[in-house]
């Protein structure tokens, strides 16, 4: 395997510690890059809504990558409501900023977007969704959605403008250990914080969903390197037969914790959310390698663990 040079933006993150964790153990050279102060090794400060210090890196700082992984983003529906002016700036004019860099300078990028993208399409979601489909009101119901989504399209004209070479991939529902808890994070996170600390949470019935664990993720993101091929785009979750009602992980969460189901509360479907996403990834196995090894039981386990261990 030939040693690559690799950025990663939002590399900080959640996502984006466990990928640098991943790339680097393959014995690539990796820097990381996020908005925070940090004085972890092989990591530079830098926000991506502001061109200046993302020049600086690329070209000041004479730091000269072979590959970009584009994860820097503001995440979920909610937080993209009550925070749309980050949002929007990052997430837009963000991947625009290093997609302005691709163009200058030739690197590779694997661009993060979105399951969240699908919106409430009521079929299998195979990457091909977005191109057979026009876009209707029951589609990206979220400016999260849309903002990743317009990510996408920036990708998409600034190949076919300037031949610029990205791989696109959606993530879906990826959890796991690296993972602080916010109200705005993912119901996985979500339900064991609350369950540790004994508070109340709601379950709503009739949703179904497929996670993936992150090291299960990052390892499939990682092969990218190895079977790079421009243009594409890849949903990355977890294995089919792994979907479960949102009930059904709330209830893993509770025994995996000790508690018992009266800290929650059961309503109907949430409104503005999409019931039942029901995903195609076997282009990610084809291309990718993509092999989920780790049972929601046994991930959900060891999330528990680490949040006790921060917490």
Same mark, same amino acid.
């Given at each position: 395997?030939?040693?690559?040079?690799?950025?990663?933006?939002?590399?900080?993150?959640?996502?984006?510690?466990?990928?640098?964790?991943?790339?680097?153990?393959?014995?690539?050279?990796?820097?990381?890059?996020?908005?925070?102060?940090?004085?972890?090794?092989?990591?530079?400060?830098?926000?991506?809504?502001?061109?200046?210090?993302?020049?600086?890196?690329?070209?000041?700082?004479?730091?000269?990558?072979?590959?970009?992984?584009?994860?820097?983003?503001?995440?979920?529906?909610?937080?993209?409501?009550?925070?749309?002016?980050?949002?929007?700036?990052?997430?837009?004019?963000?991947?625009?900023?290093?997609?302005?860099?691709?163009?200058?300078?030739?690197?590779?990028?694997?661009?993060?977007?979105?399951?969240?993208?699908?919106?409430?399409?009521?079929?299998?979601?195979?990457?091909?969704?977005?191109?057979?489909?026009?876009?209707?009101?029951?589609?990206?119901?979220?400016?999260?959605?849309?903002?990743?989504?317009?990510?996408?399209?920036?990708?998409?004209?600034?190949?076919?403008?300037?031949?610029?070479?990205?791989?696109?991939?959606?993530?879906?529902?990826?959890?796991?250990?690296?993972?602080?808890?916010?109200?705005?994070?993912?119901?996985?996170?979500?339900?064991?914080?609350?369950?540790? #600390?004994?508070?109340?949470?709601?379950?709503?019935?009739?949703?179904?969903?497929?996670?993936?664990?992150?090291?299960?993720?990052?390892?499939? #993101?990682?092969?990218?390197?190895?079977?790079?091929?421009?243009?594409?785009?890849?949903?990355?979750?977890?294995?089919?037969?792994?979907?479960?009602?949102?009930?059904?992980?709330?209830?893993?969460?509770?025994?995996?914790?000790?508690?018992?189901?009266?800290?929650?509360?059961?309503?109907?479907?949430?409104?503005?959310?999409?019931?039942?996403?029901?995903?195609?990834?076997?282009?990610?196995?084809?291309?990718?390698?993509?092999?989920?090894?780790?049972?929601?039981?046994?991930?959900?386990?060891?999330?528990?663990?680490?949040?006790?261990?921060?917490?």
């Amino acid at each position: 395997m030939e040693t690559e040079r690799i950025l990663v933006t939002g590399g900080g993150g959640f996502i984006g510690t466990n990928l640098v964790n991943e790339l680097r153990k393959r014995g690539h050279e990796v820097i990381a890059l996020d908005l925070y102060n940090s004085d972890r090794d092989d990591y530079i400060r830098a926000d991506v809504r502001n061109y200046r210090q993302l020049e600086r890196v690329f070209e000041i700082e004479k730091w000269k990558f072979d590959y970009v992984y584009h994860l820097a983003a503001e995440y979920g529906r909610w937080n993209g409501e009550d925070y749309y002016e980050n949002l929007w700036a990052t997430n837009v004019i963000g991947t625009k900023h290093i997609i302005r860099l691709q163009e200058k300078l030739g690197f590779k990028m694997v661009f993060f977007s979105s399951a969240e993208v699908y919106g409430d399409y009521e079929g299998i979601m195979s990457e091909d969704v977005m191109e057979k489909n026009p876009i209707k009101d029951t589609y990206q119901m979220n400016d999260y959605a849309i903002t990743k989504w317009a990510g996408e399209l920036m990708c998409l004209n600034s190949a076919k403008m300037f031949g610029t070479e990205t791989v696109r991939v959606r993530p879906v529902n990826c959890y796991g250990p690296g993972e602080h808890y916010t109200p705005y994070r993912g119901f996985i996170p979500k339900f064991i914080h609350h369950a540790l #600390f004994n508070k109340p949470y709601v379950v709503y019935k009739g949703h179904k969903r497929i996670i993936d664990y992150v090291e299960d993720t990052c390892r499939t #993101f990682a092969n990218i390197v190895d079977n790079f091929i421009p243009g594409e785009v890849y949903n990355v979750g977890g294995r089919p037969e792994w979907e479960k009602e949102i009930k059904d992980y709330s209830d893993l969460v509770l025994k995996a914790v000790g508690r018992e189901d009266s800290i929650v509360s059961y309503k109907e479907a949430e409104p503005f959310t999409t019931k039942i996403k029901t995903m195609d990834f076997s282009k990610a196995v084809r291309d990718l390698g993509h092999d989920p090894k780790v049972t929601p039981e046994e991930g959900i386990k060891r999330t528990v663990e680490w949040m006790k261990s921060i917490y």
